[in-house]
């Protein structure tokens, strides 16, 4: 059984920076591609963050430069750095399983808020 657990989440001011944490089980961390989606209300969920079991990585522009997604096979955890955090950044955050070589999510996480105060 996959499990994804996301934490880290909080609230922060703009300008400001967390780390979000995903700890999987049930899969084999490091032949996996995975990713970060978030959500805002009443938006749909979207891609913020991609690493490949290779270790390379994408990003959305909207999130270039400030955002840096990581991952720790040795740890079967994934990281996403956030900085220069904008309120317009404020989401649920979700960790996923992707299948392998595409952007489409297999499995979620219970997701984690980040709140960004102007």
């Known amino acids: 059984q996959v499990h994804l657990v996301e934490s880290g989440g909080g609230l922060v001011q703009a300008g400001g920076s967390l780390r979000l944490s995903c700890a999987a089980s049930?899969?084999?961390?490091?032949?996996?591609?995975m990713a970060w989606f978030r959500q805002a209300p009443g938006k749909q969920r979207e891609l913020v963050a991609r690493?490949?079991?290779?270790?390379?990585?994408n990003y959305p522009d909207s999130v270039k430069g400030r955002f840096t997604i990581s991952r720790d096979n040795a740890k079967n955890t994934m990281y996403l750095q956030m900085n220069s955090l904008k309120p317009e950044d404020t989401a649920v955050y979700y960790c996923?399983?992707?299948?392998?070589?595409?952007?489409?999510?297999?499995?979620w996480g219970q997701g984690t808020q980040v709140t960004v105060s102007s």
């Open positions: 690493i490949t079991y290779g270790g390379s990585t």
């Open positions: 996923s399983v992707l299948l392998r070589g595409s952007k489409e999510p297999v499995y």
């Open positions: 049930g899969i084999s961390f490091s032949i996996t591609d």
